[in-house]
């Protein structure tokens, strides 16, 4: 998932307050709202997590909303009041200092402070938070067990990386640490990637990475079952050139990788796209097979020229220098990530979906500066400083008061938060599930949520990556060891 948010370090330190911590604007230390009619900060930057959203203001304040199961809202107190919650559906304020960068992962955030240390929160699975600690759960911002000051951050799924000043790239929690398992095993605190390539910026991915070098080219590493390196097998543990193909020919300013694929945007304001294409996310015209490989890079059709693309679960949006925002990709009825109701082609099924393999422009007529695409759900950023999202919003993900799903872009509110629901408290339950992998036959046992869908699974043995059956919603529905729960019968 590309979940990388970086800001230019002069344009918030001009608006911080000096000293450490401190309340948010019309918020408590609480995290809710102080005063409704209190004026809404100016966001900067958004990053759309699986199941949570963060946004970060023009004085540093980072705000999330949705899912807090593992305490990746950040709003936990170090005495242990008001810890975790079963999720918000308007923003709440995080715990800590003024930062710069902020980044949502599946189940963990991390952030950027002003003088460059890493803070992770939520869920620490694998060791995504880097703290070293044994916690499976921090739902209080906790500096990383690193002296490194970092420029830029992404948080994948169960992974987060960081580029050092000096352009080394430190990684920790899942396939972090090159091993005789080609993705790598994990690793608790930030561990330095192999090689002697600078970076300026990285995006994590499941099983995969690609970051900008210092020489503006691509280079990725880590599994490669879809092309999503760039180039053909075998797989890479360390970072390689990557595109291999002379596509990519200028300059390198973004990119963008999600689960099984890769995305990136040239000085000229091309974007290119590579890695499985089953519904049309790599934009260029085309859809494939499940397991079809595209390993060289394809320009996304069209004569838009852009600034930014982030890539999700089967979708892609980019923001062109216009700050007209567009996506492409998977857009089923129960989905609805392409932030319009139109869906122009049928992709691959079975049963074939609605979806789009050509840009199409998101709803509203709004201008933006930045976007981020999530698990199935998506916020950008427009030019006067608000945050609209749109897609599902089981937990709140959108920001917008409710958990109704958003079709087209709806913007984000504050004020007080709204009694939970009594579906909003069961929010973040869990069962353990055995899901067998179809392919190789290997089962394991794994946490499922009772109220929500997963719509990817990797299995850990032969990494082949399952999707639902037809008239299932969630992997644990088709592949699992019991019958699905409730919520999941209800979204099949």
Known sequence: MNRLVMLAFS????RLDCGGERPAPGATQGGAASDAQAPEPRF???SAGATSTCGLTDRGQGYCWGSDSAGQLGRGSARGRGATGPSSRVPVAVRGPAFTAITVGQDHACALS???????????EQGALGTGQRATINPVPTPVASKARFQSIDAGTTRTCAVTLQGTVYCWGRFSVPSGDPAGKSASVPTPVAGSIRFRSVSV???HACGIGADSGVYCWGLNHFGELGRGPPNASLPNQSPGSPTLTAPVVSVGVSATGSCAVTADGIAYCWGRNMFGELGNGTSTEQYTANPVPSRVVGAQRWQQVSTGGGYTCGVTVQGVAH??????PDVLLLGSDSAPDRCVGPPPRPCSAKPIPVAGGLRFSQISAGGSHTCGVTSDGHIFCWGTNDYGELGTGSTEPAVNPARVVFGPAPAPTPK???????????PTCPHCGHPKTETMPTNACLHFYECSACRAVLRPKPGDCCVFCSYGSSRCPPRQTERS
Not at 11 to 14: G, K, M, P, R
Not at 327 to 332: I, M, P, T, V
Request: aromatic fraction near 8%; glycine fraction near 14%; hydrophobic fraction near 40%.
């Open 11 to 14: 344009l918030v330190a001009a």
């Open 44 to 46: 900067v930057a958004v």
């Open 114 to 124: 002003r003088d460059g240390v890493a803070y992770c929160w939520g869920s620490n």
């Open 327 to 332: 996506c492409w990709g998977l857009n089923a």
């Open 424 to 434: 909003e408290r069961s929010l973040g339950r869990t069962q353990r599930r055995t």
């Open 205 to 207: 991915g499941l099983v």
